[in-house]
């Protein structure tokens, strides 16, 4: 874990400077003040340890974000969005990072994680057929993706809990039930101002 957090902001600090096909593993285990002994250990190559971030970064940000909701009196996974906006506030350097067009296989595979997630949930809720479920899914890990990403851009200009709060007053569970999947368990309700 230290070695990945430690290459993941060499990673930053040099895509400051070059990109990402200019960066060898040399100047990555360098700037991380590890050995590429060290490096090796855990990554075939670079493109490995991308690999392996980008999924440890999805994989990091649903685990945060986690929670239990019970639409239909089963129990179903959801989405706290409080908890996945203080990750992406608290691991800022890497999602800026991967959101990049350089990595073109974070957004698409986070994207995929969504639309898995609101499909799973869409089965515990009432779905009207209009506009189809399709439709519902796109309109809502987009809005919540652009949101993040301009969050991002706006070097966080908002509270993470004020920016959960007006997400679902714009994903209305009105207009879509699949909006509920975006929960707002766990946010701190002292913190739900607007600026940081």
């Excluded at 809990?161 to 946010?187: H, N, Y």
Aim: glycine share 4%; proline share 4%.
């Amino acid at each position: 874990m230290r070695t990945n957090e430690r290459l993941r902001q060499a990673l930053s600090q040099l895509l400051q400077q070059k990109t990402i096909r200019q960066i060898s593993v040399q100047q990555l285990t360098k700037t991380a003040e590890i050995t590429r002994g060290t490096f090796y250990l855990h990554y075939k190559d670079k493109t490995d340890f991308l690999e392996q971030t980008e999924q440890q970064v999805i994989t990091e940000w649903f685990e945060a974000a986690k929670t239990t909701l019970a639409p239909d009196g089963e129990l179903t996974r959801g989405f706290a969005l409080g908890p996945a906006l203080r990750y992406v506030d608290g691991h800022h350097q890497i999602l800026s990072v991967l959101l990049d067009p350089q990595f073109t296989q974070f957004r698409p595979q986070l994207r995929q994680r969504f639309t898995q997630e609101l499909q799973g949930y869409s089965q515990h809720v009432p779905v009207t057929a209009t506009p189809p479920i399709d439709v519902q899914i796109t309109f809502l890990t987009t809005s919540f993706l652009g949101l993040v990403e301009a969050w991002l851009a706006d070097n966080r200009r908002y509270r993470p809990d004020f920016l959960a709060q007006s997400f679902r007053q714009l994903a209305s569970s009105e207009v879509t039930v699949l909006a509920d999947w975006f929960s707002l368990v766990g946010l701190d309700s002292a913190l739900v101002t607007e600026k940081a």
